[in-house]
């Protein structure tokens, strides 16, 4: 026998591994995906920018906080040994903001690859989707003509 087999049936193969990692996602998309397909385009859209608030409202207090340490660093009136402090203040600040995303991008798979899925069926088995227009759309689309 073989140490790559030996190794196989000790310690699993890495499609083994991958699958029993990613299995539980793919469940709780399958939970999830369903309730996509009786949405309006616009309620679908309107999915998309509800879970763009909720992962930026996840580490707005965060976001904020470094904004005013980033602030504070920069203030000339602020003494060079406390500016260190501060800045090292900011860098754990940021290590802990990618923590909070990691945490809420990692909770929001379900839902972002079921809004993904289902527009991607609907542009599939439609020429056109139509879409109420919202000021976010006038100005992407400003001097543009197939929009």
């Known amino acids: ?8 049936n000790f310690f699993g193969n890495k499609v083994d591994r991958d699958m029993k990692e990613i299995y539980p996602i793919v469940e709780k998309v399958k939970e999830v995906y369903p309730t996509f397909s009786a949405l309006t385009n616009d309620e679908l859209r309107q999915r998309t920018f509800d879970l763009k608030a909720k992962i930026a409202a ?12 980033k602030e504070m ?7 060079v040994n406390e500016k260190e402090g501060i800045y090292n203040q900011a860098d754990k600040l940021i290590e802990t903001i990618d923590e909070k995303y990691e945490e809420i991008l990692r909770e929001s798979i379900p839902e972002a690859f079921s809004i993904v899925r289902e527009t991607a069926r609907r542009f599939k088995e439609n020429e056109e989707l139509e879409v109420t227009a ?5 100005e992407l689309a400003a001097g543009v ?3």
């Open 58 to 69: 996840y580490v707005q207090e965060e976001e904020a906080e470094l904004v005013r340490l």
């Open 134 to 138: 919202l000021e976010y759309d006038r």
């Open 1 to 8: 026998m073989d140490i790559n087999k030996i190794l196989s």
């Open 73 to 79: 660093g920069e203030d000339p009136e602020v003494d």
């Open 145 to 147: 003509d197939h929009i």
